[in-house]
């Protein structure tokens, strides 16, 4: 049972601590918290939630807390320098899609979802100090991104210093036995130990799993933009399911599908890995056609059968960048950058200007890159 538990874990603090909380006979409080700084979860934060999928089959609670107060402040983890912040309004909003974004994973049926606006913000100014009061400076400074950085004598916030206090509270407030997160979350799970206790809980147990190396070699991220969201279109994740090289399956499968890589071509594991990806979110079926468009558009250079129309914006001439970004999600540099290496297309023929006659666009295919396609409609 407890292999099952601790499956791909890292760390299970401290020693032994696991087996004593599930001596005590009665289902866990198993927390797991993501601060809502991108509109997705995407498969690499994805990995904490399976080990709560798997807390909960057998028989547990997960808590799932969405971090938008914490968000507000900022998680200076593996920062070499402050996280900038979100709007309120840009906050607010990735919090309504993460629960069901969660539920792709976890058991809705055994989840407790909690914001942690609902005790950090009813702090008055006492309370934030008598939470100081559970921590040192030295044990704050111990964590090594804010050491390189004192180090460097770069900048460190006061409110970088106070986020992982906020983050253990929530543990006070959930009352956890058992706190979820990736490698880089140690220190703040750890806290959470520290400040429950000094507020008369019984300490959690920590469990870290690793950070997932996307098809760059880097930690997958949705800053950077290496990353396949739960929610992206199935022949998006598929498509970057397909970029994973040939050296990363072996820890792709034993993280993501936690099983071993079959035997046989590399490609046929990279087709399995991605319509698994696929199946988890929308099902085999959605599965089977991002496969045959794979095929089709990316593997044998063709269009997709099916083609998405798009209105065209208003105004003459259409401004590409902006074009791409509203039919593609691109950002403005991204677009830029991919008209001026001859990335996009309107029926079939490259464009490098930044601004086409309207005319030119009307009932025209648009295509950047190779696998993003739109037809281009007039609005009525």
């Keep these: ?29 198993v927390k797991l918290g993501i601060d809502v700084t991108s509109p997705d979860i995407h498969v690499g934060r994805g990995i904490p939630l399976q080990r709560m999928r798997a807390f909960q089959d057998a028989g547990h609670i997960g808590v799932f807390i969405v971090g938008d107060y914490t968000t507000r ?26 629960v069901e974004q969660a539920f792709q994973i976890v058991d809705r049926d055994k989840t407790e979802v909690r914001f942690n606006s609902e005790w950090l913000a009813k ?66 799970l750890l806290a959470g130990r520290t400040v429950m206790q000094a507020y008369g809980l019984e300490p959690q147990v920590v469990l870290t799993t690793p ?6 070699g880097e930690k997958m991220s949705s800053s950077v933009g290496n990353n396949i969201p739960l929610t992206a ?12 090289p040939d050296s990363q399956l072996d820890e792709w499968y034993r993280l993501v599908l ?21 199946g988890r979110s929308y099902g085999e079926e959605a599965a089977t056609r991002a496969e045959a468009h794979f095929t089709r558009v990316v593997r044998e250079g063709q269009a997709p059968d099916e083609v998405r129309e798009i209105p065209l914006p208003d105004g003459d001439p259409v401004h590409l960048p902006a074009l791409l970004a509203s039919a593609f999600g691109l950002s403005t540099s991204e677009a830029r950058r991919l008209i001026g290496q001859g990335g996009l297309k309107l029926d079939g023929v490259a464009v490098t200007d930044l601004d086409v006659p309207r005319a030119e666009l009307v009932d025209a295919t648009l295509q950047a890159g190779k696998r993003r396609f739109a037809k281009l409609r007039q609005t009525a």
């Design 211 to 216: 950070l997932l190396l996307s098809w760059d």
């Design 123 to 188: 702090l008055d100014f006492a309370d934030v100090i008598r939470l100081t009061r559970t921590t040192t400076m030295a044990q704050i400074l111990e964590r090594d991104d804010f050491s390189k950085r004192m180090a460097a004598q770069e900048p460190i916030s006061v409110s970088e210093l106070l986020y992982p206090l906020m983050q253990a509270y929530d543990s006070v407030a959930v009352e956890a036995d058992v706190e979820l997160g990736g490698t880089d979350q140690l220190y703040n």
């Design 73 to 98: 402040i900022g998680d200076p983890s593996g920062r070499s320098a402050e996280r900038p912040i979100l709007s309120d309004e840009e906050i607010d909003a990735n919090a309504k899609t993460y």
């Design 258 to 278: 936690e099983r071993d890589v079959p035997a046989g071509e590399p490609m046929d594991a990279k087709l399995q890995l991605a319509r698994a990806i696929v």
């Design 1 to 29: 049972m407890i292999e099952k538990l601790t499956r791909n874990a890292v760390d299970v603090l401290p020693a032994g601590g696991l087996e004593q909380k599930l001596e005590l006979g009665r289902p866990l409080r």
């Design 233 to 244: 279109p199935p022949e998006e994740q598929f498509g970057r399911a397909m970029r994973i």
